[in-house]
């Protein structure tokens, strides 16, 4: 299937798996792979710049250090700008989710990759995922978008003064990072996010018949792009 594009999705660290795989120069890795193996893509509530996760509680496991959690962030990637990626998050998540996603938009969409940000109104980070079954959502109608349509144009002028500070910042290498403040913010997401998922009744199994129905819309629109 590497000779027909791919458009990844992925939800929390497959977000950042999904602007990984988005960024990635597959002809280095393998002389059989095309450059445009993966032309679109969508992070769902991702984590892109890992930076602030070296001192919470995740990172007692993975143990990065400065050097390793900049070279683990896809914002400090450069994807081709041939491709086009989404950053969504759920309306009533953290600002750290919304930050990040709102910086990766600029920072892809500066270096030539559009790159946009998106917040669904009501969702937390677990209900957010709950858009992928709903074939007349905005997000789904969004995949089925990016599936089919070439790059879109970028405008710098309508990116907020104060995002664009923070991309650049995040860009110095050489910058000090405000460990308190970052880490109290990302800290402050996981709770967050660990009371949601405390709460959350036990996931039900998605109708069949509905189930069917997507399945059979998305390998038509699939189909359409062979």
Known sequence: THRKPLTVIGHSAGGHLAA???????????????HDLVTSGVGISGLYDLLPLRKTPVNDAVKMDAKQAKAASPIRWVPDATH?????????????????????????????????????????HF?????????????????????RDPVTPFHLEDIADD????????????????????DDAVTTALVETEEIAEN???????????????????????????
Request: aromatic share 6%; glycine share 4%.
């Open 84 to 124: 086009r990626f989404d950053a969504w998050v759920g309306g009533d998540e953290s600002s750290e989710f919304h930050r990040q996603s709102q910086e990766l938009a600029v920072a892809w969409s500066m270096m030539g990759t559009p790159t946009q940000y998106e917040s669904v109104d009501g969702a937390n």
């Open 20 to 34: 990984c795989m988005m960024a990635t120069d597959w002809e280095e890795i393998h002389t059989d792979l095309p």
């Open 127 to 147: 209900s957010v995922a709950n858009e992928l079954v709903d074939p007349d959502s905005a997000m789904v109608r969004r995949i089925v978008d990016l599936m």
């Open 200 to 226: 959350l009744e036990p996931e039900q199994p998605l109708d069949p018949h509905i189930e069917a129905e997507i399945e059979a819309e998305m390998e038509a629109e699939i189909e359409a792009q062979i």
């Open 163 to 182: 995002i664009l500070d923070d991309v650049v910042k995040a860009f110095n290498l050489d910058a000090e990072l405000d460990a308190e403040n970052a």
